[in-house]
C-alpha cells in the first residue's frame, strides 16, 4: 500500500507514480500542505529561491504559480545548473512540485478589467506537454485575479489535461479570478468530481464570501460517498485554498482557517503566496503545527534531502 506522506523522504518523491503519491496523501489524513509561490518574483531572501523557504517552513508540496512554461525562470537557483531549473528545485526541496495552468475563458462575463497573461500560463496541450518534459507531479487548473478563469472553462481544461498530463490533476477556483459567478458550491464540485479530477481544490472556510464550514462539509460529505468501493485512480481528494491573501494574516487566523478546513474533511491544504509572491513562512509553519502536531512537524522539516 505504500508509506503516508508524513513519513516520506526525499526519495520516495522521486520514485512515486502519481497514484503512490495520491494514495499517501489520502494516508496522510488530512496533515498535508501546499504552499504557493511566483518562483520569477524576487526571493523573500537573498541567495535562497522561495520554494526552499516554504520546504523549510513545512510545506510537503510546491505549487509554482504565474511561470511561465516556455521560459521558466526561478530566482535565487544557481547559474548554469546544466538541468532545468525544474528539476534542480525538485533535487534541492526533496517534496512534490506542481504547477498552476490557467484555463482563461474569453467569454467569460467579468467583474473587473481582465489581466492578460502569457500563453506559457495558460492551458493548452503544448504547455500540457511542456509540464510532463520538465517533471511537474501535478497541475493545478485555477485562475489569478482578474484573469478571467470561470469554472465553465476549468470543466473543459479538464478533459484536456487528462489526455495531455502523466500527473495529478488539481482543479477548482480559490476565489473569483475576476468572473461574475459562484466560486465554489455543490453543484460545481460535482461537475469536476465526474469529470474525473484528482483533487478538488475549494476555497478554505471563512476565505471567500459565503463559504463556511458547513459549505465544505456538504462538498466533502458527497466526495467521501463518492469514492466508497473505488480505487485509488478513481478516488477524489479534497484541497483547502486559502488564496485570498489570508494566507498573510495573523497566525491565530490562520490556525482557525487550518483547523476548520481539517475537521470538515480536507485531504490536504493549500497556502498562498500573497506576500510578493510567497507564503510567509511563519504561517506555513502555524498551519503545520496545528494539524500535524509538533511531532510529525519537526520530523518532516528534519530529513535531509538525501535520504
Request: aromatic share 6%.
Amino acid at each position: 500500500m505504500g508509506k503516508r506522506l508524513l513519513d516520506y523522504v526525499a526519495s520516495d518523491f522521486f520514485k512515486a507514480s502519481p497514484m503512490d503519491l495520491k494514495q499517501a496523501i489520502l494516508a496522510s489524513e488530512g496533515r498535508t500542505i501546499m504552499a504557493e509561490n511566483v518562483p520569477s518574483h524576487s526571493s523573500f531572501l537573498a541567495g535562497v529561491s522561495n520554494a526552499e523557504i516554504e520546504r523549510a517552513a513545512g510545506a510537503d508540496l510546491i505549487m509554482f504559480n504565474a511561470l511561465d512554461l516556455f521560459h521558466p525562470v526561478i530566482k535565487e537557483i544557481p547559474e548554469d545548473i546544466g538541468e532545468n531549473p525544474i528539476a534542480w528545485i525538485k533535487r534541492a526541496v526533496g517534496c512534490g512540485i506542481g504547477v498552476n495552468l490557467e484555463p482563461v475563458d474569453l467569454e467569460a462575463q467579468m467583474m473587473e478589467t481582465r489581466s492578460e497573461i502569457s500563453i506559457g500560463r495558460i492551458v493548452s496541450p503544448k504547455t500540457l506537454k511542456k509540464a510532463n518534459e520538465l517533471g511537474f507531479d501535478f497541475i493545478c487548473l485555477t485562475g489569478n485575479p482578474g484573469t478571467g478563469v470561470s469554472n465553465d472553462s476549468i470543466f473543459n481544461a479538464l478533459g484536456l489535461a487528462k489526455e495531455h498530463f502523466k500527473g495529478l490533476i488539481v482543479a477548482g477556483k480559490m476565489h473569483g479570478a475576476g468572473v461574475d459567478e459562484a466560486v465554489m458550491n455543490l453543484e460545481i464540485a460535482k461537475r469536476f468530481i465526474h469529470a474525473g479530477v484528482d483533487i478538488l481544490l475549494v476555497p478554505a472556510p471563512y476565505t471567500v464570501p459565503h463559504f463556511m464550514e458547513a459549505d465544505l462539509k456538504e462538498i466533502v460529505d458527497y466526495v467521501k460517498a463518492y469514492n466508497q468501493g473505488k480505487s485509488i485512480a478513481s478516488k477524489v481528494l479534497v484541497l483547502t485554498a486559502n488564496g485570498t491573501s489570508q494566507d498573510s494574516a495573523d497566525i491565530e487566523t490562520i490556525k482557525k482557517i487550518a483547523l476548520a478546513s481539517k475537521a470538515c474533511g480536507a485531504d490536504l491544504q493549500h497556502i498562498g503566496d500573497s506576500f510578493n509572491g510567497v507564503a510567509l513562512p511563519e504561517n506555513i509553519f502555524a498551519m503545520g503545527q496545528a494539524i500535524r502536531g509538533r511531532r510529525h512537524q519537526l520530523t518532516m522539516l528534519a530529513r535531509s534531502v538525501i535520504r
